[in-house]
């Protein structure tokens, strides 16, 4: 592990809206806990819905590619985006700076985090501080469980998420778990996205084993977004 992965990993940062939801994580995005997440929903009686994990963020550029984003296992962390990643600020809100190895100018993202106070909205924000034209492809790591639990294994075997594309229009898809009714929304402007399940096995949280909690959780994806991102524009997704 590199010394900067050491050092981030235990950094944490909260962020919090006015009904009891939260985005919670490290310095690094590497989740250690089974509350880490990019949205926690908070809903009456202290109910907290954690709906999303995180995001699967590849990045391509004239046939070279990379991953940003990292998936806690047991025997190891697959792919590995915290070597990409070159500084992390976590004040206001969290704010992470990406490059290709090894670091540069010329391959630069900037990735943004945003929890708005009245609603269990969180935004990400991309922006390419780079020279190059960026092919991104996101796909949301979904949960749609209690915060207290974790998704056993397997779990998607059996539980089935329907997914619709543009039901609130170009770029938007909703994604409902059946047995429990909770939804995810997402809004992609200007970009284009696909059915696509994915299942993430046996996802680790080494800090739940440590305190004697389950820390075993399968995640699923059911959509793939792509866009481009030229410099210096910028993509925000809110979830």
Known sequence: ??????????????????????????????????????????????ERRHLLAG???????RGEDFYMDNTNYSNCIYPEGFFHLVKSWLRPYPVFLYSSLPHNNFIMIMKEIMLDSKSNTVMIRYTNLGHHLLHMLVRPKITMRNHHDVNIASIWDTTQINTVIGIGGNGTFMSQRTDNGFEL?????GTSIDYDTVIYENVYYPWAVMRGYDGLCDLISAVKIKFDLKPPAQMSMPF
């Open 1 to 46: 592990m590199s010394d900067y992965f050491l050092e981030t990993q235990h950094h944490e940062w909260i962020l919090t809206n006015q009904l009891g939801g939260y985005a919670l994580g490290t310095g690094n995005l590497v989740n250690q806990r089974k509350y880490h997440g990019l949205l926690i929903g908070g809903y009456k009686e202290l």
């Open 55 to 61: 995001l699967e963020e590849r990045v391509e550029w």
């Open 185 to 189: 929304h997402g809004y992609a402007p």
